[in-house]
């Protein structure tokens, strides 16, 4: 395909959704809403047609470029490029969207805002493109904030609820952290190499850590993933393309993109913070009563899997499980949100025995929650067993501490296999609490995106040998050397630790709800109480004895002057009882000159607003000749 | 005899804008905004600005003069000053407008008027060092500039001149709807 | 024109500005603080067109300056037509009365 074919294309993929997005917006309510849907499914239909079309014809990375700002000697390039990362990225993104959408026509039916839920969801993924297909990390830090901004609004689509609006500013704010760490790096990478462009030399660890803080929020990644389980608060379909395309997975992509700058101390924290990650996400799971934060904190844990799996510098695992993760992670979400829509409520002990009620959910569900979990045949085993044998490899290499990588995310794995055991239990098995009310299937357009993930959850797509994935198509698409393959006893290892921990998942007991260690886990292990102790409650505290400052000296400032000019009065009027009239009359002028010069700074005139602002100018323009 | 006419039209452009500053009556400030702008369009062609002073005419006195002339009568109240006063300026016809705080904005505009006339005369253009131009008219290279390098602007011009034309209409229209 | 006269352009355009603003602060009567401005804009043109005789080729000043002039009229459209529905809405356009931005 010529070059300049691939360039019409990119514009046409890059500019397809922020159409629709404002397109979107501006029909609004105009237009009933099954056109609206039926428009934002078509956009993303026409995008993914683009996007095989691309990833079909294997050609030469494409970078496109130019001068964007330059000024005094420094020029920073507009660029986009399209390598094998962004072809992946490209059907990804797009397909996981465009089941979304075809999922949210019916579950969005007879919301009064559908439209502009569709003009969000078509800039949430336009933004998603322009991470991937960004050229340089100035760029991408643009889309970056795009996706901050569109998560914002799909968060708190709901905003009448407190707890939206509350967790889309939690989101927002958590998300700022990372971002301004992110800016840092990115002036730190200038600085160090001029340029703003992917390096594929070493920066300092600080200027690597810096870029990687950028993922941290994103990704969700501890100590920043407070964020996401509140996230839940959005539309059901909005969390599952914010946990299996969007939001999340362009922390992943940015990590693939700066690994190779950086150095090998900070690949080792990076290491290191993905494994803390695993392991607290799935602590996390274990004991939430609400199915759509089991999910999250699922999310978080395999979100800490890949991270670990870059830091292991393994970079065709982590996006080989990316890929796989977002198939059945996104299913597990369309499924979640039918089983939501069926029982209206988000308390898995007020469900059970769905089983019978809902049986293609409930096939589609065991499947891609057997997926997540690792259960050989099934692509969640394939990319975890590539993670796993890297992190096997590389530790041992390195010896020591560097076993606890490993060794975390096996027993995070095995956490997995738990909690969606006991989802599945609480969900699906048992007695149905309520007799009365008997729950339907939903229709075809929501059924049918969550069989097809579920479908494509399934190993044979992605490598013929159901027990390795190291022949797999894929890799040899992403041009990405393929590690080598982990010792003979991990499969067996992680396939007996899969079993266990879902047989233990089945079979345990509920425990009270408030021992220690259930407690534990419902408040993921307490992190929100402690940034509330740590930064939220001093903040406040400052906030407060500033405004009591304000109150006190400000304004005491103010009414001591009040108190003044009456004290002057009431001295001018005795004088004048006296009858010393030239002294009375001079104070009383002064009283009243002093008073409407304070006055008429803030009288509302715009001609003062302006003197004053010139006399500024001029005390400026005074003290620059 | 060139110098002559061309501080003429100095002192026609600055008596004309004193005018507009001193008087009290709305009409006879516009009037003088007539003169200033003349007189500026005269300078511009001192200035080799041929093809600016025939827009300027056209657009300020042909335009902008016309509509702030409507716009004055348009917001006239009755005054209620009686008939019986002398002076001029002050007849049953005039539309008076006061001015506030006087001092403090000529205060302000002299100061202004100093710092800029020192800076001026401290300054040093580099680009006055240049040739002057001896082109006899300049309406060939605005025309191509305006098609080559600034063609965006133009367009964009064009669009936010249709913009303020249906703006304008829309607030002034009798009611607008909430 | 030799530069010492392009130069006492240059101090009509400042006496030019100082006076345009010197009517904006001073005028109570919304119509006149608009010529002000008219003034001000001018200046600015003066300006742009003394230097603009210095760069045959490219004529910047002089393009600036049309585009200055053009915009500037559609301000005035605009403005007058806020002038006349502000008159609709409280009677009077004179400055002082209009202090609702205190709110």
């Known amino acids: 395909m010529p070059d300049s074919t691939q360039t019409l294309l990119l514009t046409c993929l890059l500019g397809l959704p922020f159409v629709g997005a404002i397109g979107l917006g501006v029909l609004k309510n105009r237009v009933p809403e099954s056109v609206s849907g039926f428009l934002a499914v078509l956009l993303t239909a026409i995008g993914l047609f683009v996007s095989v079309v691309i990833a079909a014809s294997v050609g030469e990375p494409l970078h496109w470029q130019t001068d964007w700002i330059s000024f005094s000697g420094h020029t920073f390039p507009l660029s986009f490029q399209l390598d094998a990362l962004s072809r992946l990225m490209l059907v990804v993104v797009h397909g996981v969207a465009l089941l979304v959408q075809l999922y949210s026509i019916e579950y969005m039916r007879g919301d009064a805002r559908i439209g502009p839920y569709f003009a969000y969801l078509q800039l949430f993924v336009g933004a998603m493109l322009g991470i991937v297909l960004a050229g340089n990390l100035l760029i991408l830090y643009g889309f970056w904030e795009l996706v901050g901004l569109a998560s914002y609004l799909l968060i708190g689509f709901w905003y009448h609820r407190p707890s939206a ?113 695993a392991l607290w996400g799935g602590f996390s799971a274990l004991f939430q009563l609400d199915i759509k934060r089991v999910l999250a904190f699922s999310t978080v844990s395999q979100l800490g899997l890949m991270v670990a799996a870059m830091g292991t510098g393994n970079v065709s695992g982590a996006l080989f499980h990316l890929l796989t993760h977002a198939c059945f992670k996104a299913g597990l979400f369309l499924a979640a949100g039918s089983i939501i829509h069926a029982v209206h409520t988000q308390d898995m002990r007020a469900m059970g025995g769905l089983r019978k009620a809902l049986p293609y959910t409930f096939a589609a569900y065991v499947i891609c929650a057997a997926a997540l979990a690792g259960v050989p045949l099934l692509s969640g085993f394939l990319s975890k067993e590539v993670v796993l044998g890297g992190a096997v490899v590389w530790a041992a290499q390195r010896g020591g501490l560097a076993m606890l990588v490993p060794v975390g995310l096996l027993i995070s794995s ?112 307490y992190l929100d109480q402690l940034y509330q102790r740590l930064f939220v409650n001093p903040t406040r505290a400052l906030a407060n004895f500033l405004h009591r400052a304000d109150q006190r000296a400000v304004d005491g400032l103010v009414n001591g002057f009040g108190i003044g000019t009456v004290l002057l009065a009431h001295i001018a009027a005795f004088i004048d009882r006296i009858g010393v009239d030239g002294v009375v009359n001079g104070a009383g002028k002064l009283a009243v000159g002093v008073g409407q010069l304070t006055r008429s700074v803030q009288g509302g005139r715009v001609q003062t607003y302006i003197a004053t602002a010139v006399a500024v100018v001029l005390f400026l323009l005074w003290w620059i000749l | 005899m060139l110098q002559i006419a061309f501080f003429a039209f100095i002192a026609l452009t600055l008596i004309g804008a004193l005018t507009v500053l001193l008087t009290r009556n709305v009409l006879y400030s516009a009037y003088a905004l007539l003169l200033t702008l003349l007189g500026v369009a005269a300078l511009f062609v001192f200035a080799g600005a041929d093809f600016l002073a025939v827009s300027q005419i056209i657009i300020y006195v042909g335009g902008v003069l016309v509509l702030v002339l409507f716009g004055v009568m348009l917001t006239s109240k009755p005054t209620t000053i009686s008939t019986s006063t002398v002076v001029a300026s002050e007849r049953s016809n005039a539309i008076l407008a006061g001015s506030r705080g006087v001092w403090l904005g000529v205060l302000l505009a002299a100061g202004l008027f100093f710092g800029l006339s020192r800076l001026l005369m401290n300054a040093h253009f580099a680009l006055f060092d240049q040739p002057i131009s001896k082109a006899p008219t300049t309406i060939d290279t605005i025309g191509k500039q305006l098609m080559t390098e600034y063609i965006v602007p133009f367009e964009v011009i064009s669009i936010l001149l249709l913009v303020a034309l249906v703006g304008a209409g829309y607030l002034a229209k009798k009611s607008i709807k909430p | 024109m030799n530069p010492s006269l392009s130069y006492s352009l240059l101090f009509v355009a400042a006496a030019l500005f100082s006076i345009g603003l010197a009517v904006v602060i001073t005028k109570r009567h919304a119509v006149v603080v608009l010529m002000g401005i008219e003034l001000m804009l001018n200046a600015v043109n003066l300006n742009l067109v003394a230097f603009s005789q210095y760069d045959p080729s490219r004529l910047q000043g002089q393009v600036f300056s049309l585009f200055v002039m053009i915009v500037a009229a559609a301000e005035a459209a605009v403005a007058l037509a806020l002038i006349i529905q502000v008159y609709r809405h409280v009677k009077t356009v004179v400055l002082d009365e209009l202090t609702d931005l205190k709110q």
């Open chain 1, 414 to 525: 095995g956490l997995t296999a738990v909690y969606m055991a006991r989802q599945l239990r609480l969900v699906f098995w048992g007695e149905p609490t309520d007799a009365e009310m008997i729950p339907h299937e939903p229709g075809w357009l929501m059924r049918g995106p969550v069989l097809l993930l579920a479908i494509l959850s399934v190993g044979v797509w992605f490598s013929i040998n159901p027990l390795s994935a190291h022949h797999s198509p894929f890799f040899a698409q992403m041009h990405l050397p393929v590690l080598p393959e982990g010792p003979v006893w991990l499969a067996p290892l992680s396939i007996a630790l899969v079993l266990v921990g879902g047989w233990l998942g089945f079979r345990l007991r509920e425990p009270a709800t408030d021992s220690k260690l259930a407690l534990a886990s419902f408040h993921y292990g």
């Open chain 1, 165 to 277: 609006s509350r967790a889309a500013t939690k989101a927002f704010l958590m998300n700022r952290i990372g971002d301004a760490a992110f800016l840092l790096g990115i002036l730190l990478t200038y600085i160090q190499t001029g340029s703003v462009d992917f390096g594929t030399q070493p920066l300092t660890t600080a200027a690597g850590l810096c870029l990687f803080m950028g993922c941290v929020a994103k990704s969700a990644q501890f100590p920043l993933l407070t964020w996401l389980p509140d996230a839940m608060e959005g539309p059901t379909p909005v969390s599952a393309l914010l946990h299996a395309a969007t939001m999340v997975a362009a922390g992943i992509v940015l990590l693939a993109r700066i690994h190779p700058m950086l150095s090998s101390d900070a690949l080792t924290v990076v290491a290191a913070i993905g494994t803390a990650t």
